[in-house]
């Protein structure tokens, strides 16, 4: 889970959350205010002569809020400033132009009242 590590502590070191708010993988019942990063598959590594090779894994993060404005306005902070980053040994590349509307109906339904979440979806690049 390094590359999760390493974007946790990216956004800890931005100021986005403090640490206790991130998660890796799911999100929580609580808090409702929270960003969660998910991994994704990322394209076919490539592989060079000797062993050497290119992995490009991806993820994704989510920003959970109860008030949709501020969850979008955290996405794309974080879209600007993770994107054309270094961060550990990955060079980090947004994929889309803006955060994308991820609310679930049953992040709607939410006991403690709707809650609204936002996604990055981003591909690195990592040498090994």
């Known amino acids: 889970m390094t590359l999760i590590s390493d974007i946790v502590t990216a956004l800890v070191a931005l100021g986005y959350m403090s640490g206790t708010d991130l998660f890796a993988l799911r999100f929580p019942a609580t808090p409702p205010k929270c960003i969660c990063i998910i ?11 000797g062993g050497a090779g290119i992995d490009y894994p991806a993820f994704q993060i989510q920003v959970r809020d109860i008030d949709p404005e501020q969850a979008i306005d955290d996405a794309e902070a974080i879209r600007l400033a993770l994107n054309d980053s270094t961060q550990g040994s990955y060079s980090i590349f947004t994929t889309r132009s803006q955060p994308s509307n991820v609310t679930s109906p049953e992040d709607l339904s939410a006991a403690g009242g709707p809650l609204f979440r936002f996604a990055v979806d981003f591909e690195t690049i990592s040498a090994r």
């Open 39 to 49: 991994l994704l598959g990322g394209k076919v590594p490539s592989e060079e002569m």
